[in-house]
């Protein structure tokens, strides 16, 4: 039996993605096969292609962080789980595909009827937020905070885990963004036309608690100024690691990998030493589980149990069928996304679009 699976066939621009027909991978000892339903795609998902994230794996690889599926067949050694059960899994790489063999440890229970976009929207997107918010920053209520990208899927998800947590919530934004901000609660901020320290000092006079930036770079220093003494930056991203038009620049190689994060270092330190007791400090999802595996179980669950409740609600900003992973990419990379983008894996994948991934 054959399957589809996107492959990066070299560091670059969105043309380095290709849809590639093979055999099914089978699971080994403790392993499960998964049939993929959804898979998210999301700026990591960019950064890989372009060779710059940390986490990149060497090229031809398969992208995609996040995924939702139905367990489909035990390797040995496996107990625990059945076939046709609906479990989630951050695999990092390999998710845009149809089949994906995982570790069972690997794999995160669904409750039965939920959106398979939605359900993956929670893997990256709000256990990020989630973990931010509450293992990061101590949010509580009438604490204030900055949401940097918050129309973004982690932004979208802050406001509506911040909301829950009773902050006060301020967002930057694009003026076509700024209703869906509104909408989640949170205050918009043009970044465009407007300076955000000059905004929240206009509209808060000493500042916020929180400022949640997935910028990176010089941005986090700016966003520290942001804060009122004893406030942290959260950094999470290094998107200004991206160059060129819009997020991606096409440009080959892995350019600028550990600049940012040597940068990022030097504003930790700067932060403990300087007065005013405002600090940077860093969130990466991946190293949090790595550390803290039970963390990232017991956070997700907490999650599809909000989820099923209806407290939360992802906005899906689009669903792409798996042939074309390059136009879901190059349309997050140009930004103004409201939302997370879903591949819906579950349709036919070879179709006549499949060419639009080549």
């Known amino acids: 039996m054959r399957h589809a699976r996107v492959i990066v066939t070299h560091y670059g621009g969105p043309?380095?993605?290709?849809?590639?027909?093979?055999?099914?991978?089978?699971p080994k000892d403790g392993e499960v096969r998964v049939r993929v339903l959804a898979a998210g795609v999301s700026l990591p998902d960019v950064m890989a292609r372009e060779g710059i994230h940390p986490e990149t794996p060497p090229v031809p690889f398969t992208p995609g962080w996040d995924l939702v599926g139905v367990v489909d067949r035990l390797g040995d050694a496996v107990s625990g789980?059945?076939?046709?059960?609906?479990?989630?899994?951050?695999?990092?790489?390999?998710?845009?595909?149809?089949?994906?063999?995982?570790?069972?440890?690997?794999?995160?229970?669904?409750?039965?009827?939920?959106?398979?976009?939605?359900?993956?929207?929670?893997?990256l997107n709000y256990i990020t937020a989630y973990q931010m918010l509450h293992r990061s920053a101590e949010a509580g209520p009438g604490r204030r905070a900055l949401i940097h990208g918050a129309a973004g899927g982690v932004g979208t998800a802050l406001l509506q885990?911040?909301?829950?947590?009773?902050?006060?919530?301020?967002?930057t934004c694009s003026s076509r963004s700024a209703p869906a901000v509104a909408d989640l609660g949170g205050i918009p901020i043009d970044y465009r036309h407007q300076d955000f320290v000059e905004e929240i000092r206009r509209?808060?006079?000493?500042?916020?608690?929180?400022?949640?930036?997935?910028?990176?770079?010089?941005?986090?220093?700016?966003?520290?100024?942001?804060?009122?003494?004893?406030?942290?930056?959260?950094?999470y991203g290094l998107r200004s690691s991206l160059r060129g038009e819009g997020l991606a620049s096409g440009r080959p190689g892995r350019r600028q990998r550990f600049r940012g994060t040597a940068l990022f270092g030097l504003y930790i330190a700067g932060g403990w030493l300087l007065p005013?007791?405002?600090?940077?400090?860093?969130?990466?999802?991946?190293?949090?589980?790595?550390?803290?595996?039970e963390w990232f179980r017991q956070d997700l669950i907490a999650l599809f149990d909000l989820l099923q409740q209806k407290k939360i609600k992802?906005?899906?900003?689009?669903?792409?069928?798996?042939?074309?992973?390059?136009?879901?990419?190059?349309?997050?990379?140009?930004?103004?996304?409201?939302?997370?983008i879903v591949l819906d894996v579950s349709g036919p994948s070879l179709a006549s679009g499949a060419g639009n991934a080549e």
């Open 81 to 123: 789980i059945e076939p046709g059960e609906i479990v989630a899994a951050l695999p990092i790489h390999g998710a845009y595909a149809q089949f994906v063999c995982l570790p069972k440890g690997e794999l995160v229970p669904v409750p039965p009827g939920l959106d398979p976009a939605e359900a993956v929207s929670l893997v």
């Open 203 to 235: 509209l808060t006079t000493d500042g916020v608690d929180i400022v949640f930036d997935p910028i990176g770079g010089t941005h986090l220093w700016h966003s520290r100024k942001a804060l009122r003494p004893g406030g942290r930056v959260v950094g």
């Open 276 to 293: 005013g007791r405002k600090r940077v400090v860093p969130y990466s999802i991946q190293t949090l589980k790595r550390l803290k595996p």
């Open 161 to 171: 885990l911040g909301r829950l947590a009773g902050l006060k919530m301020y967002g």
């Open 15 to 26: 043309d380095a993605l290709r849809v590639v027909e093979e055999e099914r991978p089978e």
């Open 314 to 340: 992802p906005l899906i900003a689009q669903r792409f069928p798996l042939a074309e992973a390059r136009h879901a990419q190059e349309l997050l990379a140009k930004g103004g996304v409201t939302g997370k």
